[in-house]
């Protein structure tokens, strides 16, 4: 039987299964598949998305991302950390700043290495995408902040935007309480948003600081993610309820976030684990 070496790698509880194809070719139509059933926590490995490593004509690397539902998603914050560290430790690169390609456009990951291992990295997510129908998300033309949106038979404000994948954000009294496994699926399928959307839950505990949980497009509750985070402080900048540069904890730990005054652009920092290595069995 043929097999397929994989990497089960995670940031702050946000996991992933990676597969490094530079040198190896599956059909374009098996991956949606594949990621279903790599990702089913019982019957596979267990993870939240499937990374595919790829070579590119116009960065480095290329990184395409599948959830757990077998839809391929733009970009994602966390799983680019755990990629960049791949790189680096199975020496496919000694660069420690990258240009990584993807859906969501060039990603610039930097490593911060101690005794030849990443002990993090630092994400260059770029400037976020501010307009409605870049987000995407129908309606009219403009920005949306602080904008009702009924779910539920409730009102709630919602601020939404792109960090290479679309994000909309609420901010809530009590996001330990809060009613995540329902009102997100609701926002994240909702008509508004023809590509579905990621959902960020988030209670500000200081001007520089927030306690946030992320309903992923495609997932569900994740423990973190790093894109959201990126989302949070924007979407906190926007409203004045934060500075520009946060602590977001997370369910499965912290991560640092800048969205930078001068360059427009967001920076997330945080760390990328390895958990274990196997071979996954091909059925054709």
Not at 113 to 131: I, T, Y
Not at 135 to 141: E, R
Not at 188 to 199: A, C, G, I, S
Request: net charge neutral; proline share 5%; glycine share 10%.
């Amino acid at each position: 039987m043929r097999t397929l070496p994989f990497v089960k790698m995670q940031g702050l509880g946000n996991d992933f299964a990676l597969v490094d194809l530079l040198e190896t070719q599956l059909p374009e139509s098996s991956l949606p598949d594949l990621a279903k059933r790599i990702c089913d926590r019982h019957f596979g490995v267990g993870a939240d998305g499937l990374l595919l490593v790829l070579p590119s004509r116009i960065a480095q690397f290329r990184m395409r991302i599948f959830n757990a539902d077998g839809s391929e998603a733009e970009m994602c914050g966390n799983g680019i950390r755990c990629f960049a560290k791949y790189l680096y430790e199975t020496q496919l690169t000694d660069a420690r700043e990258l240009e990584i390609e993807t859906l969501g456009g060039i990603v610039r990951p930097r490593l911060i290495v101690k005794g030849g291992k990443v002990e993090s990295v630092r994400v260059d997510m770029g400037a976020p995408r501010l307009e409605r129908k870049e987000i995407p998300m129908k309606g009219k033309p403009g920005r949306v902040v602080a904008e009702k949106l009924k779910v539920g038979g409730k009102r709630y404000e919602i601020t939404a935007l792109s960090m290479g994948n679309p994000h909309c954000a609420l901010f809530v009294d009590d996001v330990e309480h809060f009613p995540v496994a329902s009102i997100g699926p609701a926002i994240e399928n909702h008509d508004l948003f023809p590509k579905r959307t990621n959902v960020e839950f988030i209670q500000c505990i200081g001007a520089n600081e927030v306690r946030m949980r992320v309903w992923e497009r495609g997932v569900g509750e994740t423990l973190a993610c790093g894109s959201g985070a990126a989302a949070a402080v924007v979407a906190g900048t926007l409203n004045g309820r934060t500075a520009r540069k946060i602590i977001a904890h997370l369910l499965g730990g912290d991560l640092e976030v800048e969205w930078n005054e001068q360059s427009g652009r967001v920076i997330i920092s945080g760390p990328a684990e390895e958990v274990f290595r196997g071979q996954w069995p091909l059925t054709a």
